[in-house]
């Protein structure tokens, strides 16, 4: 019986063969790592990678709302007197105001944190997703009811209620998709 070498993999060496020449490689061809990582699990490629797929599409929509959450939380409260009178209009002259606005800023950045997290650690992936679902929607919500409540906004207020629909919207899509993943990785 020989020993297994890494290039083998789960498949072994005859099953590495075949599938280079399902997809059109020479049998001797140099292999990258992330393919010996498809090769090498007992799932199959097309599931595997649709799963790397989705983890990559995952990472990047959550550093993506990470980002764009940064200049938000800086301009609700690290200068909220001067940011929110340019941007709203909103004179804060007061030390509660700016206390609320800075409370504000602070959250924000605490989700920043909790989807960056998730971004980089599949066991916090799924809590990140819910967290961001969460929020965008809880945000979404309240905007709705000040629309019917008190009528139209400013224009860019209008525009974060949009993004927050579509990107609440997102998360959760994600995270089913995450979640039947999940349990079909665990039935095999």
């Known amino acids: 019986m020989r020993h297994r070498t890494a290039q083998?993999?789960?498949?072994g060496r005859s099953g590495l063969a075949?599938?280079?020449?399902?997809?059109?490689?020479?049998?001797n061809a140099p292999e990258l790592p992330i393919g010996r990582f498809l090769k090498s699990t007992s799932l199959g490629g097309n599931r595997v990678?649709?799963?790397v797929r989705s983890k990559m599409i995952t990472r990047a929509f959550l550093i993506f709302?990470?980002?764009g959450l940064?200049?938000?939380?800086?301009?609700?409260?690290?200068?909220?007197?001067?940011?929110?009178?340019?941007?709203?209009?909103?004179?804060?002259?007061?030390?509660?105001?700016t206390h609320i606005m800075r409370a504000v800023m602070g959250l924000y950045f605490a989700m920043v944190?909790?989807?960056?997290?998730?971004?980089?650690?599949r066991s916090m992936a799924g809590p990140a997703l819910v967290a961001?679902?969460?929020?965008?929607?809880g945000l979404a919500a309240g905007r709705l009811l000040s629309f019917v409540l008190d009528g139209m906004p400013h224009w860019l207020l209008i525009v974060y209620a949009v993004l927050e629909i579509v990107l609440g919207a997102v998360a959760v899509l994600l995270y089913q998709s995450r979640t039947r993943s999940d349990r079909a990785l665990s039935a095999k």
């Open 65 to 67: 709302c990470a980002v």
């Open 113 to 121: 944190v909790i989807w960056l997290w998730g971004a980089f650690s």
């Open 132 to 137: 961001c679902a969460v929020f965008m929607l």
């Open 70 to 97: 940064v200049p938000i939380a800086l301009g609700y409260g690290a200068m909220p007197s001067a940011s929110l009178d340019a941007l709203f209009g909103i004179t804060v002259d007061t030390t509660n105001l």
């Open 8 to 11: 083998d993999g789960l498949l």
């Open 49 to 51: 990678i649709l799963d």
């Open 18 to 27: 075949q599938q280079r020449q399902l997809i059109g490689e020479p049998k």
